[in-house]
């Protein structure tokens, strides 16, 4: 009777393993889907980067809660089987010479940035570029990806004309044609989601000029139609590099070299 219940439990939990590895490989278990604080689908924009994991909220008031209690909540994750993602690890140190990182200097090169620490540098990476990234990578850094200036309408997908535009919480959005604005506007969050996840950067929204000056131009605190009337719609753009992972030798930021940023982009 003993050896029954033996290869019962044997058998039982080869079963649980088994599925549980097939579970794994199908991707169905490990990914976090619902917010550990209020329970509501994950807002993959609204997270915490805690002791190396990645936690997902759905809501901009969740990660205050979960910092009062962290452990209380990763344990209720584990407990449901919930495995959390590794959080990026930014670049933080010049992979030439080790110093602190220098965000006016860097190089694009294969689609992502990578930071210096002096003027010096970026001429000794670009020699040998794959062995300071394999370097990077062994170390476990994740670069940040090269900026790119908007190119395409986020509501219709068409090439934007400069003269068509939105200004929204600081940021200039252009558009293909003059009846984007107000589909925009109407949801702009799920627009600009969209962009951030395909690594555009917007221009920063021209300051307002002196009451002197003649714009055609008024200054709100909402979102403002361009119709025209500012021309130089390039203004708060730092991504003129032209390097998207394309061309064979790396492009250089910093000094009085073409291309410096004046800073990285968020990682």
């Known amino acids: ?12 939990a080869s079963l649980i393993a088994t ?3 097939a579970a794994q490989e199908d991707g169905k278990v490990n990914h976090q889907t619902v917010c550990p604080v209020m329970g509501g689908k994950i807002d993959t924009d609204v997270y915490v980067d805690y002791e190396g994991k990645r936690v997902y909220f759905c809501c901009k008031g969740c990660p205050e809660k979960f910092m009062k209690k962290p452990g209380s909540f990763l344990q ?15 670049q933080t140190t010049c992979p030439v010479m080790g110093g602190k990182i220098n965000t006016k200097v860097f190089v694009d090169y294969g689609g992502d940035r990578v930071y210096f620490c002096c003027k010096g540098c970026p001429e000794k990476f670009s020699k040998t570029p794959e062995k300071y990234l394999a370097k990077l990578e062994k170390e476990g850094i994740t670069l940040a990806r090269t900026p790119k200036p908007q190119e395409m309408c986020p509501v219709m ?4 004309d400069k003269a068509v535009y939105a200004d929204y919480q600081g940021k200039r959005v252009y558009f293909c044609c003059k009846g984007c604005p107000d ?26 000029k002196k009451s002197s000056e003649k714009s055609g131009v008024k200054s709100h605190d909402n979102a403002h139609h361009g119709d025209g009337h500012i021309k130089e719609g390039s203004h708060g753009n730092d991504a003129k590099h032209g390097s998207h992972g394309k061309q064979e ?3 250089h ?7 410096c940023g004046s800073g990285g982009c968020g990682g």
Request: no cysteine.
């Open 183 to 208: 589909k925009f506007l109407k949801t702009p969050d799920q627009f600009l989601k969209k962009m951030r996840k395909d690594g555009v950067v917007l221009a920063e929204t021209p300051k307002a």
């Open 76 to 90: 209720k994750m584990k407990e449901q089987g919930v495995v959390l993602e590794t959080a990026p690890k930014p």
């Open 253 to 259: 930021g910093g000094g009085e070299k073409k291309g």
């Open 249 to 251: 030798k790396p492009h």
């Open 157 to 160: 997908g068409g090439k934007v």
């Open 1 to 12: 009777m003993k050896s029954i219940w033996v290869l019962s439990f044997i058998v039982m």
């Open 19 to 21: 599925g549980l590895a």
